[in-house]
Every structure is written in structure tokens, then in C-alpha cells.
């Protein structure tokens, strides 16, 4: 079945870990659009042999799908509600 997702537009060897996103984000926060060379120190920032097209392949994707959250094109997530015991619970789980 053909989807018409973002995702499913990513090439195979685009996949990036959990770090790297997390390196990705503070790199944006740190190189602005005003940056020169914007690209090329975000993906030194990020590492792992990222070249600065695919961050910013990244940035894209990521514009992308948060644009279709704020169209309201993405469903929001039917939670269920839990007790207060249980998200204590499952919140001890986390490191924060």
C-alpha cells in the first residue's frame, strides 16, 4: 500500500539516531538561518559523517511534518486517560 507520508519519502540510508537528533536540534538552536554556511556547521555539529545536504534534507522533512501537524492534517493522539497512580508509575521510567 502506497503511502503518502513524509517518512515514507526518506531514503534507506537516511535514518538518524536518537543522539543525533538530539545534537540536530541543539545545532539549530546554536546556527540560526542568518549563519553563514548554516548547513555546514550543523551537520559538523550533529557528526557521524552527515554532510550538510543531508541535514539539511532534515530540516526539510522536519518542516515539512509540522506543517501538516498546525494544518491539522496529522490526527492527534487519543490518549487514554490513567490514574495518577499509574503515571507516577510509568514517569519513574524516565530519565529526566
Known amino acids: 500500500m502506497a503511502s503518502n507520508s513524509v517518512s515514507s519519502r526518506r531514503p534507506a540510508g537516511g535514518s538518524w539516531t536518537v543522539q543525533e537528533n538530539k545534537l540536530f536540534e541543539k545545532a539549530l538552536a546554536r546556527f540560526d538561518r542568518d549563519t553563514p554556511e548554516r548547513w555546514q556547521n550543523v551537520a559538523a555539529a550533529v557528526g557521524s559523517g552527515k554532510s550538510a545536504d543531508e541535514v539539511k534534507r532534515h530540516y526539510d522533512i522536519l518542516m515539512e511534518d509540522l506543517r501538516r501537524i498546525e494544518s491539522g492534517r496529522v490526527p492527534l493522539p487519543n490518549y487514554r486517560n490513567i490514574s ?8 519513574k521510567f524516565l530519565k529526566m
Open 84 to 91: 495518577l497512580e499509574e503515571e507516577t508509575r510509568l514517569l
